[in-house]
């Protein structure tokens, strides 16, 4: 009839079926918290009658899973809903299922109550229940990446901008997207508000702010010029042993014309020396682009159109890698004082999370270098 189960230390996986109480403490650690369609249906199936030693009956009623210990935070613990949504919601297509309906948080005193129902928000052949509760949670505190699939229980999309050598978090990026414009803030964050499709295509543009003018010239320099030319003979750019970003090669085709070549160096070298060269401009791209590990070469190519696939797991947010053409080497740091995601707390182990999530990306790719 009733259940605790107890994670201890480390990461654990906590999940039961069929309890008509549940508990579950997950201890120290990132724990991944279960709730699964069979535990949905022996909730459905309400209070149990069961037969006594003397033929007389007692009667159990069915609870919520109560979750004592659940940790807020990015790179804390997970409420893993994947399951139920796939084997007791109907007609769930994959999108955020807080805006669609399916899953709702409530605050109730100091807890948080998570309620599920079946046919979303549309339906009305099912009514939300009260499937757990996380106690001592506030819903404000709750992030996407505390939940499977990870979507903000707002609804909202985050964008979060970055340069790709530094790590340098970049304000006043412009962003547009559907019939949305934002700037990101000093933290290199903006809202896109509340996206339901499954597909987002946005523009992000940069011009270089006044304070940092003098930053920005001085990333572009005589390094950078030595940069393309070794690219160009087959050099190492980077070192032993640390291979060229994709990102580099887009920043070293200095002309914009999808290739790498001796001009791109000539016109470096003549922004240094002052003579009539482009203005270092910056680029974006989408930090899960599949497409861009493969261009590390002398022909990157046009710089890819922005988008990100919303549906399936759906991301955390939306990460935007800054590259400033003619920085090769990623030295640009920003004004003094800018903030990056390798010190910022907010941001505590970004890459290690982001590439055990994305296998298909290389630690090189970001300038993380060794990586373990």
């Not at 990132?30 to 309400?46: H, I, N, S």
């Not at 290690?352 to 298909?360: F, N, Q």
Request: proline residues 4%; charged residues 15%.
């Amino acid at each position: 009839m009733s259940a605790s189960l107890d994670g201890g230390s480390g990461d654990d996986l906590l999940t039961a079926r069929g309890v008509l109480h549940l508990s579950l403490t997950g201890g120290t650690g990132a724990d991944t918290f279960v709730l699964t369609a069979q535990q949905y249906r022996t909730f459905l199936e309400g209070t149990r009658a069961f037969l006594n030693a003397d033929n007389s009956y007692t009667s159990v009623a069915v609870g919520p899973t109560v979750i004592t210990d659940f940790e807020v935070g990015a790179g804390k613990d997970v409420l893993d809903c994947s399951e139920l949504l796939k084997n007791a919601a109907l007609a769930y297509d994959g999108t955020n299922p807080f805006t669609t309906g399916f899953l709702t948080l409530t605050q109730s005193g100091k807890d948080t109550e998570v309620s599920f129902d079946a046919d979303g928000g549309a339906g009305s052949a099912n009514r939300a229940e009260t499937i757990a509760v996380l106690k001592n949670v506030l819903v404000t505190d709750l992030q996407a990446g505390n939940f499977s699939p990870n979507y903000s229980p707002d609804g909202s999309l985050p964008v979060l901008s970055y340069s790709w050598g530094a790590h340098t978090l970049l304000n006043a990026v412009d962003l547009l997207a559907n019939g949305l414009a934002v700037t990101t803030d000093v933290n290199g964050a903006a809202n896109l508000g509340v996206v339901t499709s499954k597909t987002l295509v946005l523009t992000a543009s940069r011009a270089v702010p006044a304070a940092e003018s003098t930053a920005t010239d001085q990333a572009v320099n005589l390094q950078d010029a030595i940069a393309i030319l070794k690219m160009i003979v087959g050099l190492d750019v980077n070192g032993a042993g640390k291979a060229l970003s994709p990102y580099q090669a887009y920043a070293a085709d200095y002309d914009g014309n999808g290739k790498v070549e001796l001009s791109d160096a000539i016109g470096v070298l003549k922004h240094v020396v002052g003579l009539d060269a482009p203005t270092p401009q910056w680029l974006f791209f989408n930090e899960l682009d599949t497409a861009v590990p493969g261009k590390a070469n002398l022909l990157p190519g046009s710089v890819p159109g922005l988008s990100a696939d919303l549906s399936g797991s759906g991301p955390i947010h939306v990460g935007l890698v800054g590259v400033l053409r003619g920085d090769v080497d990623g030295s640009y740091a920003g004004a003094a004082g800018a903030l990056d995601l390798d010190t910022d707390a907010t941001h505590a182990n970004y890459f290690t999370l982001l590439l055990a999530a994305h296998k298909e990306l290389s630690p090189s790719q970001f300038g993380v270098y060794p990586y373990p």
